[in-house]
């Protein structure tokens, strides 16, 4: 099963996007889910995490007080909301379900990915 990431694309320093995962997993899971990004040449790294109630957070602190992870589980979708854009945060972004149902900086503790989306940002 894999997660579907979209709503990446090109962008200008300064700007924002959303980025959207749906989980098609029927009944919806009780799980975390984090994004992660990846730049070419370098490893994969965490973004944001959120529990699946939605109530707690984390974030990477490259992108704390920019980023917003948040999520409807009605729809099975979970956000990020990206402001502030700057050319490093270009990267492939990536959705992943936890294994659990607390988000994790580890992606380790992540079982189910999506295929990414490409978030490119220029100067």
């Known amino acids: 099963v894999q997660l579907q990431a979209f709503g990446g694309g090109p962008v200008q320093t300064g700007g924002s996007l959303i980025l959207s995962c749906a989980d098609p997993?029927?009944?919806?899971?009780?799980?975390?889910v984090g994004w992660f990004r990846q730049a070419p040449g370098k490893d994969r790294e965490f973004v944001a995490g959120?529990?699946?109630?939605?109530?707690?957070?984390i974030y990477a602190d490259s992108v704390k007080g920019r980023f917003t992870i948040s999520r409807d589980n009605a729809k099975n979708m979970v956000y990020l909301q990206m402001n502030s854009l700057k050319p490093e945060d270009t990267a492939g972004y990536y959705c992943?379900?936890?294994?659990?149902?607390?988000?994790?900086?580890?992606?380790?503790?992540?079982?189910?990915w999506g295929q990414g989306t490409q978030v490119t940002v220029s100067s």
């Open positions: 992943a379900s936890a294994r659990g149902s607390v988000s994790t900086r580890d992606e380790t503790g992540y079982s189910y």
């Open positions: 997993r029927r009944p919806s899971s009780n799980n975390a």
């Open positions: 959120i529990n699946w109630r939605g109530a707690m957070t």
